[in-house]
Structures are given as structure tokens and as C-alpha cells.
């Protein structure tokens, strides 16, 4: 499992690729956010429960900054099943991710960042020169990337808590930000223009025909596309062509799938020539054990001179008698077989 999250985490880290997908399911394709105005930070926190303190960690997780200023904290999770307690987890992140700003002391804004900004609502204060301590937002982005159904469970907080309906008006609600990979439409995959793309599309397509058509789009990523491939689909034969591609190297998923079906046929072909040998050596057992039995000897006599166990030789003993007295090899192994 711990690999797992580790191949799922390697593609999303590079900052072309989570800007990317910030760009294109928040700001719906619009490049609000560059790749060099993301910082990274530490997706791990703590809290306390019950007198003891826990860890929590992210997926991932980044600072957008404009010049030396965080703007806002970008978490990312994924999700390859459904969880009624999402809510929570996230709830459990960002207020971490909030705590945090109360615990340092925070950059100082000039006048200039006010101007670029356009009056930022996160930036209060009196002073129009210097303002001190100011707050960013945290926002969590949630990929699931089930094929089979779309997502069911709830995604806010109070769909999640049971409550008599006097407090409702007292609570606070949360909502997670969800968005199912496999049902994009074929218009936001397009939008995408790091190596995110061709993993949308993958989902999209096999959601759609259960099968994959790869495009000609060379990968900047090789080796973290397949290893997110290989995670997400418990496929791995797509690990196994990351093994092969050298570091650096761009390939698209057309050579990709090349070496998985050329693996998937030579490891059949290997496999179907242990299950020949297997049969043939059955099928060999089963004509001596046949030819004894015509001679009229018993199952006892037959095991000892064959030197196999009485067990094994009294199953076939029993499966050929219906087929004495020419005794069908093929038909007493599949009678034995069923």
C-alpha cells in the first residue's frame, strides 16, 4: 500500500503537472497557475486526540506564491474507492493547514502585491504601507478515479453527521472538492497539457469501452505516468516497462503499450507452454495407469510399480472406469479435471 501512495504521489509532485491539473478542473483550462509559482511544503501535520498526538499526511501538497508571497495552499488526494469519512479526513487537513498560519509569523506585504493583486480579500489590515500577519485559504482537490460507478458517498460534512435538525442551523458545513477522473468529458481532457492528460484520458476511455486506444502525445514523465498506471490499475506490466525506459528518456504511449502486450504475449506463451507440459505429463500417468488396468492389475500394484501415491493413482482408477474398456485418455482428464 505504502508503494502504492508513492506512485500515486510521483507524477502529481512535479510542478508541471500539478499546476495542470489546478488549472484545469478549478480555473476550467485557464493558466492561473504556473509551474515556478509553486513552493513546496511538507504534506505531513499533527494533531491531538485523546492526550495523544497522531500524524496526518497529505497526498500532496503545495504553496502558490506570487514574487515571495503564498497566495494559497493547494492540497491533492486520490481516491481509487469510495469513502463515506472523506469529509473528515479533508476537514482534518486544512484545518491543519490553518492552524499552522497561527503558529509563525507571516510575510509582510507591500503596497505593490495589493496593486498586483487587485484587492485580495485574504489581505486585511489598517496600514496601507506594510500589512502583517495576513491568512491564505487552503483549498483540496480530490481525484477519484474509479471506472465502474461514479462517486455516491457523501461529500459534505453534515451529509455525514448525524444530527437532531434544531442544530442544523449552528453547524457548519464542509464540502469536498471531488472530481471523477473517468467521467471528464472529452473537451477537459484536451485542456490538459502536461503528461496528466494522457492518464485521463486512459480512465476515460476504459470507463467508456473498457479498453484503451493510446494517443501519439510523447511523455515527459515516463517512468511516473507507468508507475501511476501500474498503482491505479493493479496492472503490472506497466512498472515493468518503466524498469525499461532510461532516465530521461520520452516516449509516448503507443511504444508503451508495445513492450506491455509484447510482455502480456510472451509471458502467455510461456505460460501455455508450462500448462502443455503439465497435461502431456498427466496425460502420460493416466495412459500407463490405463494400460495396467487392462492388464487387470489393482490400484495398489499399479501405484507401486508407477512409484506414485495410492491416492493419486485410486482417483484415476476411478475416473477411467467409465470409459473401460478402451479407456479415452483425453476424457478420463477432463472427468478428472471437472
Known sequence: MAQKDLAEKNLEAFNDVFADIVNVL?????RVVRAADLEETSPGSVYKAEGLLHGQERDVAKY?????????????????????DITLRLFGYDGAAYRAQLLKDMTKVDEKFLTEMEQPQDVKGSHRGRIERYRYPVITLVLYFGTKTRWKKN????????????LDPFV???????????????????????DFRIVAD??????????????????????????LLSALTQDDRFE???VHVKKGERKNMCEVLDFVEERGYNRGVVEGMEKGMEKGKRLSLIHQVCRKLQKRKTPDEIAEELEE??????????AARAFAPEYNCEDILKKLNV
Open 26 to 30: 478549478l480555473f476550467h483550462g485557464e
Open 64 to 84: 502558490w506564491k506570487m514574487s515571495s508571497v503564498r497566495i494559497a495552499l493547494y492540497g491533492m488526494e486520490n481516491q481509487t474507492e469510495q469513502d463515506e
Open 155 to 166: 461529500l459534505s460534512l453534515k451529509e455525514r453527521l448525524v444530527m437532531p435538525e434544531e
Open 172 to 194: 457548519n458545513d464542509y464540502r469536498a472538492n471531488l472530481y471523477e477522473i473517468a467521467w471528464l468529458t472529452e473537451e477537459q481532457v484536451e485542456q490538459f497539457q502536461s
Open 202 to 227: 486512459y480512465f476515460v476511455q476504459m470507463r467508456k469501452n473498457r479498453r484503451y486506444v493510446p494517443g501519439m502525445e510523447t511523455m515527459e514523465h515516463v517512468d511516473a505516468v507507468l508507475s
Open 240 to 242: 515493468e516497462a518503466a
Open 309 to 318: 501415491g495410492t491416492d493419486v493413482i485410486l482417483r484415476i482408477c476411478e
